[in-house]
């Protein structure tokens, strides 16, 4: 199976995975605002911050893919096919860096610890999906199949 190669740099890659870091961290932190807010536990606060984080990804993706005149039906295949792996892995590093450290899943609003561990997991999340990203546009899927929709 032959794979066809695009140019893939890292900074490429890591304006790629900033893009999906904007909507992964606006989804994020207001999803843990309202689950913190509305004194829900852990499970369904986390819950909400990912279904925001993708959607929030998503969301971004659609508005310049759409904004290109592509119709709604393909600006969705594209923003599917461009974000989720990035998302997830995104997701699955913030989630976890967060869940491993102590103390951060019990924060509250007026805590530092609150607002600080998801300031270095949403960091150590684009450290790890920068190469995941370069790789798939270097393959022509992910951010590359936004592009082509972009020119």
Known sequence: MRHETHTSTWSTAAQATLHCLTGCAIGEVLGMVVGTAL???????????IVLAFAFGYSLTLRGVLGAGVGLRT??????????????????IDNGVIALW??????H???????????????????VTTPVNRWMIGRGKGHALVHLRHH
Do not use: H, K, Q, Y
């Open 109 to 127: 609003l007026d805590d530092s610890l609150f607002w600080g561990s998801p300031a270095v997991s949403l960091t150590v999340a684009f450290l």
């Open 102 to 107: 102590p103390d951060a899943m019990d924060a």
């Open 75 to 92: 600006a969705l295949r594209v923003a599917l096919a461009a974000d989720t792996l990035s998302i997830a892995v995104m997701e699955l």
């Open 39 to 49: 004194g829900w536990g852990n499970p369904p606060t986390t819950i909400l911050a």
